[in-house]
């Protein structure tokens, strides 16, 4: 009897050693270098230095809004793109559905250093879709893609599109058809099926789906350095300068931390508004 009550537990440890080990303790470590005072020169030593929060949210209160905004926007644009795909290939590949997932997970088999640098090339000032762009007048003689918030919101939504597209086809592949075959049979139309019954069901793949691309994208430093300029700098570009280059470690913590906790912020804020209730049930079917 005492060894059945004890299987919860032994089967909850593997993942609670893992939280422990590679965020728990990296996350107190952040914190602990955060409020440290000194210099690569000179050494650093604990000394409960606070400011570097003040510096880290008034200094940078810019790229922080930016890193946000750009995540946000490449999240929507995310989900409106991957939505139909997946309903697609949920409801009316048939036989080419187990290709079309392949195709769609497929970018994550190249490197992400790698994919970004090919949208460096695709979208050059004398390539192909820039030199359309202005023979159909939507850029000018000297406009450009290249090193412009564009360029990188559309980086960040390629490289994290699958992250938005898997999770959407998992939840509308789960739907029974019945359901939508009843609402139609109760005189709803196709739209009004869709809003009462489908996209209910399909709310938690729409919320795993836009947190598991909001996040990264959030502290995503490739994508601006890439794609982008001085202009489009994210906070990720600001904490990979303070560690590297700069080698200002509190700074460069804090801003980490600040980060971590603004995400975590708005993750909660989402679970709260769509609630856990869907979630549950989703994980249970």
Known sequence: MARRRLVPYALLAPGLAWLLLFFAVPLATQVYVSLQTGSIEEGYEFAWNWSTYETAVTEYREQFLRSLGYAGTATVLALVIAFP?????????????????????????????????????????????????????????????????????????YNFLPFMALPLYASLERIDRGLIEAATDLYAGRVAAFR??????????ILAGCLLTFIPAAGDYVNATLLGSSRTVMVGNVIQSKFLDITDYPVAAALSFVLTLGVLAIVIA???????????????R
């Not at 048939?94 to 769609?104: D, E, H, M, S, V």
């Not at 989402?270 to 994980?283: F, I, K, N, W």
């Open 85 to 157: 795909l997946a309903y697609f290939v949920a409801f009316r590949a048939g036989r080419w559905r187990n290709l079309l997932l392949l195709l769609i997970a497929l970018p994550l088999f190249t490197n992400f250093l790698m994919r970004t640098v090919a949208w460096q090339t695709i979208l050059t000032d004398d390539g192909f879709v820039v030199d359309t762009l202005r023979a159909l007048g939507l850029l000018g003689d000297d406009g450009r893609l290249l090193a412009t918030r564009t360029a990188v919101v559309a980086g960040l939504t």
């Open 196 to 205: 009462r019954v489908t996209l209910p069901l399909a709310m938690p793949g």
């Open 270 to 284: 989402a679970l709260r508004a769509v609630g856990t209730r869907s979630l549950s049930e989703a994980a249970a």
